[in-house]
Nanobody, 125 residues
Framework: QVQLVESGGGLVQAGDSLRLSCAASGRTWSVSSMAWFRQTPGKDREFVATIFWGTGSTAYADSVKGRFTISRDNAKNTMYLQMNSLNPEDTAVYYC??????????????????WGQGTQVTVSS
């Protein structure tokens, strides 16, 4: 099992920045890639960004490309999401997720075995 704990959410104003962290523990050696998803009430969970643990290769949703940066610190088993130029549409609960090596793009929630509890990000206008 892999345990994931997010932190760093909060209330900010439009245009501000925020950095989320996701600390992984347990069988972290089994993790191939990790990702950030977000969800608002009444909507499906939405892909935000993903990173391959070994190579550091990344991919982003079009809605956050150029504003958000995903990164990881292998030594700390921690993934980050730097969010800049936030706007009210970014308001959501943000979840981190992890998966073992498998086929697939990593853009879909069903591809991930492990999830954190979520952290709320609220952007006021």
């Amino acid at each position: 099992q892999v345990q994931l704990v997010e932190s760093g959410g909060g209330l900010v104003q439009a245009g501000d920045s925020l950095r989320l962290s996701c600390a992984a523990s347990g069988r972290t050696w089994s993790v191939s890639s990790m990702a950030w998803f977000r969800q608002t009430p009444g909507k499906d969970r939405e892909f935000v960004a993903t990173i391959f643990w070994g190579t550091g290769s990344t991919a982003y949703a079009d809605s956050v490309k150029g504003r958000f940066t995903i990164s990881r610190d292998n030594a700390k088993n921690t993934m980050y999401l730097q969010m800049n130029s936030l706007n009210p549409e970014d308001t959501a609960v943000y979840y981190c997720a992890a998966r073992p090596p498998r086929n697939g793009s990593g853009y879909f929630g069903y591809e991930y075995n492990y999830w954190g509890q979520g952290t709320q990000v609220t952007v006021s206008s």
